[in-house]
């Protein structure tokens, strides 16, 4: 059973070093065939784990680019039905978003902007 907990500095290594890893390519659709563990629930905990943390810090919703075959089992439902939209092209069936707080995506559109960050991947 894997742990899952807070990153210390001492993980920081083998942390890029399987971000190197899973993004040596550029195609990032298949990436989700490539990890030796896929199919273990470690992405589901994870996932619960993190949406977990962004309702305990209030925020309203998450948004996500990702299988369309994964991430509605969380709740998550094609952000374009909403009227919103990322701010790269990508097909809609793959941009999602979950309410974390209720009523949070009845007033909400517009265009996502990832942190420039995410420029690179």
């Known amino acids: 059973m894997e742990l899952?907990?807070?990153?210390?500095?001492?993980?920081?290594?083998?942390?890029r070093t399987?971000?190197?890893?899973?993004?040596?390519?550029?195609?990032?659709?298949?990436?989700?065939?490539?990890?030796?563990?896929?199919?273990?629930?470690?992405?589901?905990?994870l996932v619960r784990r993190g949406l977990e943390r962004l309702r305990v810090a209030g925020h309203p919703l998450c948004v996500v680019?990702?299988?369309?075959?994964?991430?509605?089992?969380f709740g998550f439902e094609r952000a374009s039905q909403?009227?919103?939209?990322?701010?790269?092209?990508?097909?809609?069936?793959?941009?999602?978003?979950?309410?974390?707080i209720r009523g949070a995506l009845r007033d909400a559109s517009g265009v996502v902007r990832y942190s420039p960050e995410f420029a690179i991947v």
Do not use: M
């Open 82 to 100: 909403f009227g919103i939209y990322w701010e790269r092209k990508a097909p809609d069936e793959h941009f999602f978003v979950l309410e974390l």
């Open 4 to 15: 899952i907990r807070e990153e210390t500095p001492t993980d920081w290594g083998a942390i």
């Open 65 to 73: 680019l990702g299988h369309p075959g994964f991430y509605p089992r």
């Open 18 to 45: 399987l971000n190197a890893t899973a993004f040596r390519t550029d195609a990032e659709a298949r990436l989700v065939d490539a990890p030796s563990r896929q199919g273990c629930g470690i992405g589901t905990r």
